[in-house]
């Protein structure tokens, strides 16, 4: 059932978690400063000795900007919401908030197989909470703005971003030295996107 309120407050609460897991990223990097003058290194060496730690921040930083702006532009589509969308929404945040811990460990363990399959995993959880969120807008017609619904392709790029990522998570596990680089599998989601589409249309044509 839809509660016929704006979802304004709803998406200003989630900004501000958003906001404040990433701020977190950068604390363990803030603490490293003064440890690093107390062990005598130089001010290049607090930046050369700390290069994992630093990759992992910046991938953090890069991927909950990426899933806050999908976030952000899916939800411009909403003009109400429901419990099942509230209690999605509220798994999708709860991924963003636990990526600082599998960041930090990112820093820490490197190449270590668990933490690439948990850190990849936290992402392919917000990807899957996101389509969900699609998929209940799209199955409640009270939910989704009737001057400008979410686009079909919508949906269909947070399944191919979700598949990608399960890819991703697979290829981690198999073959351990590619890791975080499977992540890069995301690149292709546009041409994945295409081939689905243009194979859905030959289908229609074929009817």
């Not at 290194?41 to 921040?57: K, M, N, Q, R």
């Not at 363990?109 to 807008?137: K, M, N, P, Q, W």
């Not at 001057?147 to 073959?175: H, K, M, Q, R, Y």
Request: aromatic fraction near 10%; charged fraction near 15%; glycine fraction near 4%.
């Amino acid at each position: 059932m839809a509660i016929s309120r704006d979802p304004d407050r709803l998406v200003f609460f989630t900004d501000a978690v958003v906001a404040i897991a990433i701020t977190l990223l950068v604390l363990p990097l803030v603490d490293v400063v003064p440890m690093a003058a107390q062990n005598g290194l130089s001010a290049t060496e607090v930046i050369t000795e700390h290069l994992p730690e630093i990759f992992g921040f910046l991938l953090s930083f890069a991927v909950i900007c990426r899933l806050w702006i999908l976030h952000h532009n899916f939800f411009r589509h909403v003009r109400a919401y429901s419990r099942p969308l509230i209690l999605c929404n509220v798994g999708w945040l709860l991924t963003i908030i636990v990526l600082p811990f599998p960041t930090e460990m990112v820093g820490l363990y490197g190449d270590d197989r668990f933490t690439a399959a948990f850190y990849i995993s936290t992402i392919l959880l917000a990807a899957l909470f996101h389509t969900g969120l699609e998929l209940i807008v799209r199955a409640d017609p009270e939910l989704a703005s009737e001057t400008d619904p979410p686009p079909p392709e919508a949906l269909s790029g947070s399944i191919t971003a979700a598949a990608l990522l399960a890819a991703a998570l697979v290829l981690a596990l198999a073959v351990p030295s590619l890791n975080y680089w499977t992540l890069l599998l995301l690149f292709l989601s546009s041409t994945v996107e295409k081939a689905w589409h243009r194979q859905r249309r030959s289908r229609r044509t074929a009817r």
